[in-house]
Every structure is written in structure tokens, then in C-alpha cells.
């Protein structure tokens, strides 16, 4: 799990997140963040919801719980969470993604 993102990404600014043991990059534009994560140990994501968001994993495993409906999803899976759907999950030790927000402002940064 090592050295997952490149230097070109682990040199955009770093992610301000409510979360412990964890790196995070976003791709800042206009209207929307790209938000490259990776977790150390586990993490339980309480019920909320947003703007929509799309995610790839690029490892290990997350457990989603959208609109009433729960999935895993592993290396090369894809999910999509609508806009004020809710929704909550686990992020396992070992997890990273690349996560799209359709928000400008759903993270700030360090």
C-alpha cells in the first residue's frame, strides 16, 4: 500500500479530513474535488449525505451502506451516491480510493 499515488499526486494539496491515520490529495476545481485517499486503520462513516459522489477503489475493501442497500466494494469496484441520498459504511484498514465530489467546498485543506 506504499507509495499508491504518484508524485504528481502526492504534491496537490493535502486534504483536511475528520479522520485519524489516514492521506489525503485533492484536485481542486471551480465546482467540484477529486479527492485521492488512502487509510491506515479502520474508520466507521456515520449516516449523512451530500452532493453526489463517485468513487473507484484502488485497494482493499469498503463497506457502503446506500439508501438502505449494503455492498462491499473491492479493487476496481465503483460506486455512485446520488445528491442527498443517504448513506454510511466502514473503510477498512488498507483502503484507498479516488473519489470525485460534486461540491467545490466538501473538503478544505491543511
Do not use: C
Request: charged share 25%; proline share 5%.
Amino acid at each position: 500500500m506504499d507509495n499508491i499515488f504518484p508524485e504528481p499526486i502526492t504534491k496537490l494539496p493535502v486534504a483536511d479530513m475528520p479522520f485519524t491515520n489516514y492521506e489525503a490529495y485533492i484536485s481542486q476545481s471551480e465546482n467540484h474535488q477529486i479527492i485521492f485517499m488512502k487509510f491506515n486503520e479502520d474508520i466507521e462513516l456515520p449516516e449523512h449525505s451530500h452532493e453526489s459522489q463517485w468513487g473507484i477503489v484502488l485497494e482493499g475493501k469498503i463497506e457502503l451502506t446506500i439508501n438502505g442497500i449494503t455492498n462491499i466494494y473491492t479493487k476496481g469496484d465503483r460506486y455512485f451516491i446520488g445528491k442527498g441520498i443517504k448513506h454510511s459504511g466502514k473503510i477498512y484498514s488498507g483502503y484507498a480510493d479516488m473519489t470525485f465530489f460534486n461540491e467545490k467546498n466538501r473538503y478544505s485543506t491543511k
